[in-house]
């Protein structure tokens, strides 16, 4: 069974950082692109950054470019996601999220963490 | 970048009917289009990829259609089970969701 825990969320000011970590089991972590999407409170869903099974490319949505930055270790199935100068905008539930296919074959995300809250106030 | 839209943004429907969402995308992303299921403080759920693929274990009450800008989701014979927020994305080009369409009971 697919199982994508995320930790690492809590309060933190602005400025700020936070990493947060999503630990994975039931696939075989390393064929699998994998993503941050993140849930403002009362908003829609936007996808945040991606890294590729090799860990060798990442991607990031404009909003946060510069700020975070995503990172894999393959030997312990964990993904992260560094987040620096948190702004209060950043405030959201974040989930770890797996691709449907391997090696970025099928880019739809077919399993999700249960996410993990990220408050930044002040 | 792409950006999605989606209509309506609710909509209010009664166990039975059968519900139409409608995704544009701002270009053409052929049919690099998946469909998602959200509930308050669960995770979403995938239902449709490849604009009209039925992932795994969804009911076949829900269907995708269209290619190019132009999508819908279908979900025939509405469930009390299906009240949520449905989103649309592209992944043609990274990734974007729509502004989530929620579907309410009438």
């Known amino acids: 069974e697919v199982q994508l825990l995320e930790s690492g969320g809590g309060l933190v000011q602005p400025g700020g950082s936070l990493r947060l970590s999503c630990a994975a089991s039931?696939?075989?972590?390393?064929?699998?692109?994998m993503s941050w999407v993140r849930q403002a409170p009362g908003k829609g869903l936007e996808w945040v950054s991606a890294i590729s099974d090799s860990g060798s490319k990442s991607y990031y949505a404009d909003s946060v470019k510069g700020r975070i930055s995503i990172s894999r270790d393959n030997s312990k199935s964990t993904l992260y996601l560094q987040m620096n100068s948190l702004r209060v905008d950043d405030t959201a539930f974040y989930y770890c999220?797996?691709?449907?296919?391997?090696?970025?074959?099928?880019?739809?995300?077919?399993?999700w963490g249960q996410g993990t809250l990220v408050s930044v106030s002040s | 970048d792409i950006q999605m839209t989606q209509s309506p943004s609710t909509l209010s429907a009664s166990v039975g009917d059968r519900v139409t969402i409608t995704c544009r995308a701002s270009q053409t992303i052929s049919n690099w289009l998946a469909w998602y299921q959200h509930k308050p403080g669960k995770a979403p759920k995938l239902l449709i990829y490849?604009?009209?693929r039925l992932e795994n274990g969804v009911p076949s009450r829900f269907s995708g259609s269209g290619s190019g800008t132009e999508f819908t989701l279908t979900i025939n014979s509405l469930q009390p089970d299906d009240f949520a927020t449905y989103y649309c994305q592209q992944y043609y080009t990274y990734w974007t969701f729509g502004p989530g369409t929620k579907v309410e009971i009438k």
């Open positions: 039931g696939f075989t972590f390393s064929n699998y692109v």
């Open positions: 999220v797996k691709d449907r296919g391997p090696t970025g074959s099928e880019p739809a995300f077919d399993f």
């Open positions: 490849k604009a009209s």
